[in-house]
């Protein structure tokens, strides 16, 4: 219905600065459209593989999926003046090799980075990292933006849902429940809550101890 009503605007436009910004204004719709469907579809292929396992699956280097991503989206985080990098230590750090679905886990944090992207103020760090102890693993994206109320941490990773933080901004909603679909199915689960060096959140996806192996 949005993009019909933009298109009919479209061709009503008597003027060349009417029409660019009706063109401007269906383009963004379609934009937005595509990235819904995108995610719906991200979440279907979860949904159908919940439960399957990822055992059987060939082993994926998480950390240099988490490097490329950080390559992939720096001219976004350059766009917003933003301070996009691997948090300190992590380039001497063993890897973390998990049996698993590498198309989906490059969407898991695809997914996160756009999420802080998207959120954090102008001028923010956003640092991207791992860790291994006795406890187990895990890969975290934190920032150093206003973070989320405790409050909405669970809610946020509900289906369609956003944060207050949220309000007055594009997006679907989608992004944080894809990264928990696709952290569970990979014997994982997405924790929010504050990054102690930035101050803002901390998105991180945690495995127990022998969940994945090291390099």
């Not at 579809?41 to 949904?47: E, H, I």
């Not at 956003?126 to 989320?148: C, K, M, R, T, Y």
Request: net charge neutral; charged share 20%.
């Amino acid at each position: 219905a949005a993009l019909k009503l933009q298109l009919q605007l479209l061709e009503r436009a008597s003027d060349p600065g009417a029409r660019e910004l009706a063109q401007q204004k269906l383009a963004s719709g379609i934009d937005r459209a595509t990235r819904l469907v995108q995610q719906l579809l991200a979440l279907a292929r979860q949904d159908a593989q919940a439960g399957s396992g990822t055992a059987s699956l060939p082993q994926v280097d998480l950390s240099a999926i988490a490097m490329q991503a950080i390559a992939d989206l720096a001219p976004a985080a350059q766009a917003r003046k933003l301070d996009l990098g691997l948090a300190e230590g992590c380039e001497s750090r063993p890897h973390l090799i998990l049996h698993g679905d590498a198309l989906a886990l490059q969407s898991l944090v695809v997914n996160l980075l756009e999420n802080a992207i998207k959120y954090v103020p102008e001028g923010s760090r956003i640092d991207v990292g791992w860790h291994q102890n006795a406890a187990g693993h895990g890969l975290s994206v934190e920032d150093s933006g206003p973070g989320i109320p405790e409050s909405e941490r669970q809610l946020v990773m509900t289906r369609f849902v956003r944060g207050d933080a949220a309000t007055g901004s594009s997006g679907t909603g989608l992004g944080l429940a894809i990264a928990q679909a696709i952290a569970q199915r990979h014997g994982g689960r997405l924790e929010l809550g504050v990054s102690s060096g930035l101050g803002g959140l901390r998105a991180l996806v945690a495995w127990p101890s022998g969940e994945a192996p090291q390099r």
